[in-house]
Each structure stands twice: as C-alpha cells, then as structure tokens.
T-cell receptor
C-alpha cells in the first residue's frame, strides 16, 4: 500500500475552514483514499472515501486532483468538537483488506 | 445496532498473567480486525480474519499473542504471559466483506500490565 504523508498537527479557531493535505505519491490504480477521525479514548471513525475529483458528505469534503498523488480533506466551519486526530489512508477498494495507519494529523480547535 | 462490542473496557493485570480480550463484531459483518495503539507506535494492525479464517497475522508481535475467531460473532485476543510493554489500547473493528471498505471500530480495551 502507498505510504502517506500528512502534517503532524494543525491549529484552528471555531468557525474556520480547515484543509488537511495528504501526499500519497505511490498510489496504485485500484487504491482509494480514505480518511478516519479519532477522538480521545475512542476508536477511529470513517469520515469519507474517494477515488478522484471531489466527494462531499455531511461531515467533510475530499478533493483529489487528477494525478491522485495527493488529497485534501476539508472540514467546513470547525467547532471545538472537531478536535481530533485525522488519518489519511490509501486502501484497496475491496473490503476485508487491512488498514495501515500513519501518525495522523492532530487538529486542535480553539475558541 | 449496538456497534462493535469489546470487553473488558479496562484491564489491569500483573506481569506474567494471562489476559483475554473479547470482541463481538457487528451482526452481519464477516471480516474482523485487531489493532493495538500506543503513543510510541501509533495504531498497528495485529491480525485480521475473513469469514472466521485468519488472513494475516504478521502484525502479532510474539508467540505470546494469539487470536481466535470460533464463530462469526465472537473473537478473542489472548496474551500469555503478559508483559508491561503490552500495555496499550486494543481495538477491534469489523466490516462486511461485500460492502465498502469502511471499518467500524469498537471502543477499545485499555490494558495496563504492571
């Protein structure tokens, strides 16, 4: 699986838009980009997954350029409760394959 | 659905003791994963099962670790004997093989080995 690189930490204020960029230069043709969120003392939670262009759900948007070597998770108007670790993963589309987690990005939202 | 259920939520034991962690996946999910999380090493995959069959156990640190999935609704991770360096949060996750690759994680078991 392709290795991912993302910032270790980010700081933001309530109401701002936060964009977390992830690099995955060696992504394969059948790989998808997936983001998980983990709050303290909880297990990771799936946020969003995409293959190319843009994907949006009720939580976030995921932007993937044509070369797919990077992706950006966009969180609109963050609140204090968005303080968490965000993991970017490259995964096989097929369910039942392992997830390889990196260090993630620790997002701290202040008032 | 109750989600993935893990027990116990917290376990404190002494070095050398046997520890058994339990996981009940979401009903209908036929793929189950065990992960371990520490500050130093982050979130690591230990082992996973598809249809109750172990697929990849290369992440199991030593022979002291073993995992079983006797049926589709139950899995155990056993450490015998336990050591202080095994202290970590152990997560179980499940997924439906026919679905999207979105894993559902349990609340974790926080293990402390003294």
């Amino acid at each position: 699986l392709a290795k991912t690189t993302q910032p270790i930490s980010m700081d933001s204020y309530e109401g701002q838009e936060v964009n977390i960029t992830c690099s995955h230069n060696n992504i394969a043709t059948n790989d998808y980009i997936t983001w998980y969120q983990q709050f303290p003392s909880q297990g990771p939670r799936f946020i969003i997954q995409g293959y190319k262009t843009k994907v949006t759900n009720e939580v976030a948007s995921l932007f993937i350029p044509a070369d797919r070597k990077s992706s950006t998770l966009s969180l609109p108007r963050v609140s204090l409760s968005d303080t968490a670790v965000y993991y970017c993963l490259v995964v096989k589309d097929q369910a039942g394959t392992a997830l390889i987690f990196g260090k993630g990005t620790t997002l701290s939202v202040s008032s | 659905d109750a989600g993935v259920i893990q027990s116990p939520r917290h376990e404190v034991t002494e070095m050398g003791q046997e520890v058994t962690l339990r996981c009940k996946p979401i009903s209908g999910h036929n793929s189950l994963f065990w992960y371990r999380q520490t500050m130093m090493r982050g979130l690591e995959l230990l082992i996973y099962f598809n249809n109750n069959v172990p697929i990849d156990d290369s992440g199991m640190p030593e022979d002291r670790f073993s995992a079983k999935m006797p049926n589709a609704s139950f899995s155990t991770l056993k450490i015998q004997p336990s050591e202080p360096r095994d202290s970590a949060v152990y997560f179980c996750a499940s997924i439906e093989l026919a679905g999207v690759n979105e894993q559902f994680f349990g609340p974790g078991t926080r293990l402390t080995v003294l």
